[in-house]
């Protein structure tokens, strides 16, 4: 069973590295959780015994809820801002489902469905550029990660609805969409989670 599960896994590896454009494979994926409750993500450990291997190289990718080829991109912008990269990854799948040309009724762009004012506070100048999308978007939601220290479901809130929502209502807004729009990003991310740790699992026999 073991060699069966090692004979997949190496076959599934090599149509990533045929599929994917050539660029530098994954590093591992370390986390440490600090005194005030903050999960720290790092592709190199600044010291041995708090780190721990979250992710092993070549793992990141999820067979489910497909993102194409953006993985590494999502992976490499989020571990550069600190953010968990399965969540970044969540925050695509619900905003856009990876359509890099996506544009909603409300004029939000690209794959991380930036308003043109939030891509022009970050820096973006066209947001249906992919590295530009992302860089834009994990930029965002790292300086809402900030804001909002360990509450996951404000920040995600506040991505869909505005902080000034999450501000007046000190919460997330009674708006059927924003609530919806937390449940389903933090569904996703349960999901690739899983996923990831079930391809760990397999590796590490």
């Given at each position: 069973?073991?060699?069966?599960?090692?004979?997949?896994?190496?076959?599934?590896?090599?149509?990533?590295?045929?599929?994917?454009?050539?660029?530098?494979?994954?590093?591992?994926?370390?986390?440490?959780?600090?005194?005030?409750?903050?999960?720290?993500?790092?592709?190199?450990?600044?010291?041995?015994?708090?780190?721990r291997l979250k992710m092993?190289?070549?793992?990141?990718?999820?067979?489910?809820?497909?993102?194409?080829?953006?993985?590494?991109?999502?992976?490499?912008?989020?571990?550069?801002?600190?953010?968990?990269?399965?969540?970044?990854?969540?925050?695509?799948?619900?905003?856009?489902?990876?359509?890099?040309?996506?544009?909603?009724?409300?004029?939000?762009?690209?794959?991380?469905?930036?308003?043109?004012?939030?891509?022009?506070?970050?820096?973006?100048?066209?947001?249906?550029?992919?590295?530009?999308?992302?860089?834009?978007?994990?930029?965002?939601?790292?300086?809402?990660?900030?804001?909002?220290?360990?509450?996951?479901?404000?920040?995600?809130?506040?991505?869909?609805?505005?902080?000034?929502?999450?501000?007046?209502?000190?919460?997330?807004?009674?708006?059927?969409?924003?609530?919806?729009?937390?449940?389903?990003?933090?569904?996703?991310?349960?999901?690739?989670?899983?996923?990831?740790?079930?391809?760990?699992?397999?590796?590490?026999?």
């Open positions: 069973m073991r060699f069966l599960c090692q004979k997949i896994l190496l076959f599934g590896v090599l149509v990533l590295s045929i599929a994917y454009h050539p660029s530098p494979a994954f590093a591992d994926i370390y986390t440490f959780t600090d005194e005030n409750g903050v999960i720290h993500f790092s592709n190199v450990p600044t010291s041995k015994g708090k780190w092993k190289e070549g793992h990141f990718d999820s067979k489910k809820l497909s993102s194409g080829n953006y993985d590494r991109l999502i992976y490499s912008t989020a571990i550069r801002y600190g953010l968990d990269p399965l969540l970044v990854k969540a925050v695509i799948k619900a905003e856009s489902d990876f359509d890099v040309l996506a544009t909603s009724h409300k004029g939000a762009m690209g794959l991380m469905q930036l308003m043109p004012e939030t891509a022009n506070d970050m820096g973006i100048d066209d947001a249906y550029d992919p590295v530009q999308n992302i860089e834009g978007g994990v930029k965002y939601l790292k300086k809402l990660m900030g804001t909002y220290k360990t509450n996951l479901s404000l920040a995600i809130a506040s991505y869909n609805a505005g902080e000034k929502a999450v501000q007046k209502y000190n919460g997330i807004p009674p708006y059927k969409e924003t609530q919806e729009y937390v449940k389903r990003v933090l569904n996703y991310l349960r999901t690739y989670k899983n996923a990831s740790n079930a391809s760990f699992e397999i590796a590490s026999k």
